[in-house]
C-alpha cells in the first residue's frame, strides 16, 4: 500500500496517476466517501467493475482470453467485497462518528487511520492471488508496456512533486486538505484555514523520496515480472510485493513517514474540535450518509456479477473499432 509523503492520501495529480488515485478511491470504499456524496457512492460502486478493467486496461491491452480472465477476477471480488467488507465500512462510519464530539482525540482517528489500512490490506490479500495470475499471462510485449506506463506515471508524479518549489507544493497540499475538510463540513473559516496552514507547515516534505521509493519498489516488482513463469512461488511474492511496501523504506525515512502521520491525525483532530455547530452537523449528516450508503449497497445485490447488457459495449470492442 503506498500513499504519498504529506497527506496519508493517494496521489492527486493529471494524466495516468490522477485516474489511478480515483479508482483506488473509489473501489476502497471508505476513502470513496471522501470524495463523493450521498447516493453517488452507490453508483460509482455499483458501476466498479467497468471501472476495474479499465484501470487494468489502463497499463496494458488485454487480448481476448486475457480480458475474460479479468472480468472474472472483478467479478469474484467485487461480490466478496460486497458481502464481507461493506458492512466493516458501515461500521466504520458509525464509529467515527461517534467519537467526532469535542474534544476529538489524535489517538482515536490513528486507530480509526489503522481500520482503514486493515480494510485496503484485506482487498489486496483477497485479489493477489488472481491478480498474479493474469500478470503470469503478460507477453513479454505487454510487460514492456506496463513498465514503459509506470515509467510515465513516475515522471507526471515527478513533476507534481519533485518539479516545482516546496512552497508550491505547500501551497497545492493545503489547497487541497482545505478542499477535502470542506466536502465533510461545509466551508471553512479564516481562522480554520489558518490553523490548516499551521498544522500542515509541520509536515516534512518527502516528496523526492517517496519518488524514489516507489521507484524501488517498481524495480522489484519488474525483477518478479522476469521470471513469473518459472518461479512456483510467484503468486506468494507478489502478495508480499503488495502488502509489504514498506520493506523499500529506510529507517530515517519511515521515520518521518510515521511523524508525518501523527501530524496528519493531530491537524484532523483539531479542525474537528474547532467546528461551529453547523459545521458539526453537517460532518455528522455526512457520515451517517456515507454508512447507510454501504448498508444499501449490501443490500442491493442488482449490481453483483452484472452480464453485459444488450448493446453495451465492451473495451475490447472500442478498441477494434478505433483501430479499423
Same mark, same amino acid.
Given at each position: 500500500m503506498q500513499f504519498p509523503p504529506q497527506t496519508g492520501t493517494p496521489p492527486a495529480g493529471s494524466g495516468r496517476a490522477c485516474r489511478k488515485a480515483w479508482f483506488r478511491l473509489a473501489v476502497t470504499g471508505v476513502v470513496a466517501a471522501a470524495m463523493l456524496g450521498g447516493c453517488v457512492v452507490r453508483v460509482v460502486y455499483?458501476?466498479?467493475?467497468?471501472? #476495474?478493467?479499465?484501470?487494468?486496461?489502463?497499463?496494458?491491452?488485454?487480448?481476448? #482470453?486475457?480480458?475474460?480472465?479479468?472480468?472474472? %477476477?472483478?467479478?469474484?471480488?467485487?461480490?466478496?467485497?460486497?458481502?464481507?467488507?461493506?458492512?466493516?465500512? #458501515?461500521?466504520? %462510519?458509525?464509529?467515527?462518528?461517534?467519537?467526532?464530539?469535542?474534544?476529538?482525540?489524535?489517538?482515536?482517528? #490513528?486507530?480509526?487511520y489503522a481500520e482503514v489500512v486493515e480494510l485496503w490490506d484485506d482487498l489486496l490479500r483477497q485479489v493477489a492471488p488472481d491478480f498474479a495470475g493474469l500478470l503470469q499471462s503478460l507477453s513479454d510485449e505487454q510487460v514492456e508496456d506496463l513498465f514503459g506506463n509506470l515509467a510515465d506515471e513516475n515522471r507526471e508524479l515527478e513533476e507534481d512533486y519533485s518539479g516545482i518549489s516546496r512552497e508550491e507544493r505547500r501551497a497545492k497540499q493545503d489547497k487541497a486538505v482545505i478542499k477535502a475538510f470542506r466536502r465533510f463540513t461545509g466551508r471553512l473559516s479564516p481562522e480554520q484555514e489558518v490553523l490548516v496552514r499551521t498544522r500542515t507547515a509541520r509536515f516534512h516534505d518527502l516528496s523526492a523520496d517517496w519518488i524514489r521509493r516507489r521507484e524501488a519498489w517498481q524495480m522489484q516488482f519488474r525483477v518478479l515480472m522476469t521470471g513469473r513463469n518459472a518461479d512456483p512461488l510467484f503468486a506468494e511474492r507478489i502478495t508480499d510485493l503488495l502488502l509489504n511496501p514498506n520493506q523499500f523504506d529506510s529507517p530515517g525515512y519511515r521515520k518521518l513517514v510515521l511523524e508525518n502521520q501523527q501530524s496528519s491525525f493531530a491537524l484532523v483532530a483539531a479542525v474537528i474540535s474547532s467546528l461551529s455547530p453547523k459545521q458539526a452537523e453537517h460532518l455528522r449528516n455526512q457520515l451517517d450518509t456515507y454508512a447507510r450508503d454501504f448498508d444499501a449497497l449490501v443490500r442491493d445485490r442488482t449490481g453483483q456479477a452484472r452480464d453485459q447488457a444488450p448493446g453495451q459495449t465492451s473495451n475490447r470492442e472500442i478498441r477494434d473499432d478505433e483501430a479499423a
Open positions: 455499483n458501476q466498479l467493475d467497468w471501472l #476495474a478493467l479499465w484501470y487494468v486496461e489502463d497499463y496494458f491491452d488485454l487480448d481476448r #482470453a486475457q480480458e475474460e480472465q479479468a472480468r472474472q %477476477m472483478i467479478g469474484r471480488t467485487i461480490s466478496w467485497h460486497r458481502e464481507t467488507q461493506l458492512p466493516r465500512y #458501515a461500521a466504520l %462510519m458509525r464509529t467515527v462518528l461517534g467519537g467526532i464530539s469535542p474534544p476529538v482525540e489524535a489517538d482515536f482517528l #490513528a486507530e480509526r
